[in-house]
């Protein structure tokens, strides 16, 4: 879905596993099953609209490789989705799973629409019109979907709905992102942000440095950053430099404070899409920054938490000379090119698909105490994400170490072994 | 003992419990009295032992992680608890509230780790920072939660680890401990905790975990007797878990330097009525009904022979002979036991004995002054030893010093009301006009439970009224067996100054050195005399019951005096008064 021409996801998606299948000398038949999605579904919702009228949306399902267990991807509704960009998640999401050693498969679907322009009953209808189309085909025991772009609790909880009126019983499984209460699980609002930072907090230990004595500059503040900052705090960090989107003045600024941002000062001058009020920060004390000099700062961390393709052959040579961790909490955020760059100059890069993988975990977590409708106290979540996300790091990071290779390359290794080995061992190749 | 400087606890390390150090730490801040105690103990006391001195026993500190007091901190913020403590809450609306709480995300994953690589019982310990200073003990205020650890699935096992943390953190404001704090004249809100995760010391029996014995050493006898000094130390000595000596149980106690020598029971029978009858263990069988915020939920008191079932009393006792009418050295196979530890102190099979008179002066040069230290010994230690001695604790004791001297002669002077022939304590004051006594006519032991919550109502009007007491009473005053004297916890009784003890015929014990009561008087100053009868202890009952009365329960009687008494402890000579000025 990125508004650059020429740009192909799934191709890029495609070369990357490629390169990578090349260096660990995956076998023919395996480079040909995972390159390319096992299945897919195309399907047409028909809705009524408001105002009468019937208007057909576009809808998919792709399930990328589901040999380690159910599929697991989100839903997104974009007005620009397409089916590469779909493609490309779903396999993403495979290694995601994988490289987090959980027992799912990977999946992505989309509707083709824009909710801005929906009223909350045409949502619906989207919703119950996807299941309609494609739910004999996901469920608790083959695709789990879960909200992503544009999609929230709200239409998860349609879509369980509509399953179980078609299937004739409960099955809060088959779905995640729900609300808490109602089949969602404790912790889901914090597991991403969380995870980033229990991958940080062992990539510090590796790299023999204290957090308390760390700093850190932080792009996005939604959701992930927000927790990743929080938790980042409570290890004993300090973050300098926060960056987001001005919806009202359609660009981004960045928001300093030398001797460290307050979260809960910060957070209470902020929408809940994560835009700071600028001149409510700069009120209380925040430098006002151009959006892109979160990059800059002379900290010891930067974490992308926002938007893909952040760091760029272009921007690559400004950050400074003192950071030591790139801890990549948005999908994509640093470019191949940019890449190359950091590997030079030293800098860890935790990958996207390693650091960012706390939400799915937490998901997995929501869909075994939906299975079993048994639900956990927070701490228990918590205490088997941070184990989880601990294991997965160290995983990355031994292979990294044996095949001297980086973390991105490492994590793909892991992952893509994984889910070639369990393709094996089901005899499919 | 109270943190000096920065103490270098290596931090917790994730898969390396059984390889990694024996101490060490998750988050920051302060560790507190208990596990700097122990840390002191580990890194300079044990370096100066010698382990060849005392071959076949392993000195040791049980492996533990001290969560730092930030963690508490991070712990009520994260659950907003200071509100919900703060003004007069009741202990269930506390433990109501920190048992729903979160612990800090922080250390979920190395508590994780932690709970699965620990398969055996676990102590989880408070270790406030106020708390083993030698100004203010806190003794036994706050709780100690003992868990089985032995539930297959680390899920039931974290959980219960979870609870237990919050329990104890939830200790530092239950009832008891604010009575603490205000009667030592403390900042509550100043209070952090810090908490020892310790493994419990002992083997398992069948459905229980304990160690063969659990002692508490004093290297300064308050009540010495004979020939014994004060220096001389004195030692108290149980089967099983050390809650039955530190909270005021029957005992065995003894001097260092006379070993062998006598108890002063009067016969057999009173030897074996005053000696310990039944422990505590941690109780591994079926799970209990569920009570996280109750201190004894995991633990079990059994009798004796129980400890005869399980095979663990061949060193503790010694076995009464009916054909001769003697107490025989050991367990024999007929015949009721005496759980003397004679074996060992007389017939010398495990030189425990030695080996605490060797630790005495190594932890007094360790803490700088005299020491309490709290052990546990059982079976099958490493490296080729029989046994396991494991140092639970060492707190600094504070010893009388100054000017209060008192002589025998005093004691029959007729404007004496309480004239006590053992006292602890030093110094004097004269400001108590009040005077809360048991009425002897009306003195039932099978009452006990109820005086103490009638002596508890009078505490409490007289803490609010911020009027200090003395409390007069029969038995021994602590958290004990209720047919040895009245069963209070020291929140109930927290006012009084002075607090006298004295005999009757069927109550007539010896003071506990070794329990957290005892500890707490001391560390508060809180004067404590021993009237025993005849010349040496004496009561004026006449006098006190013809004094105004300002409050009277069935049991118990409060008295407003027109002029203040006048207590005076001399604690070298161990003589206590209490002094009507005409």
Redo the contacts between chains.
Sequence with gaps: MSGNKGYNPFAMAQAEFDRVAKTIGLDPGAVELLRNPMREYHFSIPVRMDDGETKVFRGFRVQHNDARGPSKGGIRFHPQETIDTVRALAMWMTWKCAVADLPLGGGKGGVICDPHHLSPREQEQICRGWIRQVGRDVGPNRDVPAPDIMTSAQHMLWMLDEYEALHGGHYPGVITGKPVGMGGSLGRT?ATG?GVV?TLREALKELNHDP?NTTASVQGFGNVAQYAIE?YH???GTTVCVSCWDESEQTSYSYRKKDGIDLKELRSVTDGFGGIDRKRAADLGYEVLAGEDWLTQEVDILMPNAIENQITGENVGGIHQRVRVIAEGANGPTTPEADHVLAERGIFVIPDFLANAGGVTCSYFEQVQSNMNYFW????V??????KM?SAYHDVSNVARRQKTSMRDAAYMVAIGRVASACRDRGWI | MAEKGKLKIPRFS?GAWESGEVITRIG?GGVGGKASGLWRIQTELLRQLDPLEFPGIQVTVPRMVVLGAEIFD?FMELNGLREEVAGDVTDAAVTHAFGKA?????I??????FI?QVHAPLAVRSSSLMEDALEHPFAGVFATKMIPNNQPDA?SR??AL?NAIRFVYASTFLSEARDYFKAAGLDHDKEKMAIVLQEVVGNRHGDRFYPLMSGVARSFNYYPSGAARPTDGVVNLALGLGRQIVDGGLSWCYCPAYPAAPPPFNNLGDRMRSTQNGFWAVNMGPAPVPDPMKETEYLVQVGLEQGAEDGVLDHLVSTYDPRSDRLRMGYGRTGPVVLDFAPILVGETIALNGLLRRLFPLAERTAGCPVEIEFALDRDGAEGSDYRLCLLQMRPMAVPEGESRLVPAELGDSKVIVAADRALGHGSREDLLDVVYLKPEAFDAARTMAIAEEVAGFNRTLVAEGRPYALIGFGRWGRSDPWLGVPVAWSQIAGAKVIVETTTRDMAPDPSQGAHFFHNIIGLGVYYLTARGGEGGRIDWDWLDAQPVAGETAHVRHVRLVKPLEAKVDGLAGLGLLRRSS
């Design positions: 914090q969380y229990y308390e938790l409570r290890i004993g106290e927070l701490g228990e918590l205490g088997k994400l941070d184990i601990t | 994730r920051s991070s979160t612990l800090p995300p922080e979920l994953g190395d508590l994780r780790d699965g899920d974290f959980q979870s």
